[in-house]
């Protein structure tokens, strides 16, 4: 095309714009020598043009009119980072205008990115997402490339660091959720309402788009089934613990025979997994292929500089292409309805904790409720009792929920069970 | 081009061979999939036809001349799956005659990877090889792509899965090295003859690529600082827990003002850093980044299918530009000449065990020759002594290397000192 460099336009200029200008400014020379040509943010769409800002801009890119950048044909290359639904105009326009999309928008890629990628395809270009899900972790190109080879089997992630940090510090310091959560919100890890994160939809949401991409899929993000973390009690992380795991909140996604299964609940981790050792605010990704086994892809989740990472590896991929002429549309994609699994047919193993009466035939009682439904029992703790109660901590072998369920409506009605206090899925190593 | 297929010569149907052809066989419509167009293996380049086999391959796809795969002008890709340096003369000649090449071969990258990525770019081609470097984890790629944003500041990998097998054990169960060795050959973990990978020479060479890589530098292999694992004591692995580390073998690249400090040693891995939940086999490359902060890829280290699964991406990525007629030779190298820092220059924090005679003054010696190389104590273990034997375990603050060293060579010589058993760098968190 003889240009002598590629024109961008930034949508917003909050956290993560501000990240991604820094590192066009610190980094400058080594990206633009990647793409292969000079990269020039040529506007940035802002609110408020006289608003301070933590990264220095020439005063002249900034707009408050979107049709500066939509507009305008020197512009290749969108990046959208305002986030929440009401972009989704912009970015249809930009396509529909010929530009490529960047964005880390978790909400509009799960919720419209079907039909938002069709809408690129349809006019020769695509939409770049990286840093829509697990921050600074590079996990949608390893899906989309490094793993080509592979069938996905099966997806386990760590991917919000809200509840991660809680479950770190309810494990490693002993600290109550309340605690935990007061912390995380002092330290910035956790918003002032954070139920978004504590009742896992920022996970499920961010499993739906990973899922996807793995199971080559079509699923409508309403139908992750999601359990939270609010009502977990520091008491189970130090049984857990015990037992040899650690309590994380999972996104598991899995193609089965029957279809695809997706989830996101508190679980028990053996502490020899590596997930067990995905601490803090940090994020990680399990895979597992049919051909390469499993891998691990761990990082920083969040934060203006490692998303702004994952934009600008997305910006140089379009940019080098858009240089070299290559064909950067979507090639193909046949995202396919497929089956969904309800829960309650997966097999899993169970952590139960519960209160007992201290008197003969309770165990015996336990015993049979889950010996009649086939569900056999893997690990006991129960601990001397006192005021005639006692503590018994379960964990059972893998068993279908449905059966596993029965035996605890069974055990609910016993009149030697005072109370059934905790459920929790455990996953294999 | 109007092709119906690209057609692929393999040199080599040995253990990643085997892999490569499972693969496709088991994922064939997936991998033409993405690559847009089939892929045809035409040739196999074997040293005796009629040996058994694991995967059924059409016996008219075996020759034993090379020449059939380097001279037909139909193959485009030629697979390197031999192995050793004796195969750089096929890798040249199917350069010249305009074929890419994809290869597993880590000694003939480390060694003259440089040479020939020159010769391809000179012929408009290039060499992939995510396979020559932890087995299926993807690590060139992202190194290449998702972290091309960042100036690679630190990469430390645990990248042989013999030596993690064995330190592994040996924290986990107590075993002698002698015994976790055993038990490593026994499962197929360490070869009959170990010492290239006890002696870290293996993961040097394994670091030399990825730094090189990560640096854009053109260091000879042979400038690594390389100390192995065979002198180890499970006593010092127990002694490291109990401070909270445990050990592994880490490969260290650092990019420095002075220069590039490139080493392969064991060292004190803190148990809540991510490289202490890589176990048994397993490989791992932990890499800080100026903008990503800390990220980590996590895998199986070796084996046919996993080995195959990068193989076969690398594979994918090729035909796909064949295909789409993609600029697909490498646009710029500029591996750069770089100073290399010695070791005694770098700073670390030590661990160090030695016997004492239990005497007064003895302990007051050890701190005044630290204090007098201006080398601070962090942690300081000395148990009940007997026989007159008192065993001193210290963690030092981090010095530079020819401090420290200074001060052991004062401790060498004081009377009490009866003997400096262990000394082992830590890294920090």
Chains 1, 2 share one sequence.
């Not at 989704?88 to 079907?114: C, H, P, Q, S």
């Not at 760590?158 to 510090?169: A, D, K, P, S």
């Not at 292409?321 to 047919?345: A, L, R, T």
């Amino acid at each position: 095309m003889g240009k002598d460099s590629v024109q961008v336009g930034l949508l917003g200029l909050g956290t993560v714009g501000t990240g991604v200008m820094q590192i066009l400014q610190m980094n400058g020379k080594q990206i633009s020598s990647r793409a292969g040509i000079d990269i020039v943010v040529k506007k940035i769409l802002v609110r408020d043009k006289q608003k301070f800002r933590a990264v220095k801009v020439d005063p002249s890119l900034l707009t408050t009119e979107a049709a500066e950048i939509l507009e305008d044909p020197e512009i290749d290359v969108v990046i959208e980072l305002i986030g929440g639904l009401d972009v989704r105009w912009y970015v249809e326009e930009a396509l529909k205008r010929g530009k490529f999309i960047i964005t880390a928008n978790k909400d509009l890629m799960a919720t419209a990115g079907a039909a938002l990628l069709r809408l690129a395809r349809d006019n020769g270009r695509n939409i770049y997402y990286e840093a829509s899900v697990g921050g600074g972790i590079p996990l949608i190109r390893p899906l989309k490339h490094s793993l080509g080879a592979n069938k996905i089997v099966r997806i386990v992630g760590i991917i919000n660091g809200t509840t991660n940090y809680i479950l770190t510090r309810m494990d490693l310091a002993h600290l109550e959720f309340a605690e935990a959560l007061r912390e995380a919100q002092a330290k910035g890890f956790a918003e002032q309402d954070p139920s978004n994160d504590l009742e896992g939809r920022d996970a499920a949401y961010k499993l739906c788009i990973l899922a996807n991409l793995a199971f080559n899929s079509n699923l409508h993000c309403d139908s992750v089934y999601v359990e939270g973390i609010s009502n977990l009690q520091q008491r189970d992380i130090i049984y857990a613990r015990e037992l040899g795991f650690t309590i994380k909140l999972l996104a598991i996604g899995e193609e089965l025979p029957e279809g695809l299964a997706l989830r996101v609940h508190p679980a028990l981790v053996p502490l020899t997994h590596p997930l067990a050792g995905v601490l803090f605010e940090n994020n990680a990704l399990y895979v597992e292929g049919n051909a390469i086994g499993e891998v691990m892809f761990y990082g920083p989740g969040a934060g203006a500089m490692p998303t702004g990472s994952s934009v600008v590896a997305d910006l140089i991929e379009v940019v080098r292409n858009i240089n070299h002429q290559v064909e950067n549309g979507i090639m193909e994609i046949s995202f396919q309805d497929k089956n969904v699994v309800p829960p309650y047919e997966l097999a899993s193993a169970f952590y139960l904790r519960m209160q007992a009466k201290d008197q003969p035939g309770v165990f015996a009682g336990l015993a049979n409720a889950f010996s009649e439904e086939m569900v056999s029992l893997d690990m006991i703790i129960q601990k001397r009792s006192s005021e005639g109660k006692a503590e018994i901590v379960l964990v059972t072998h893998a068993a279908k929920e449905k059966k596993f369920n029965a035996a605890l409506a069974k055990i609910h009605k016993f009149a030697g069970i005072m109370a059934i206090n905790s459920v929790y899925r455990v996953i294999p190593k």
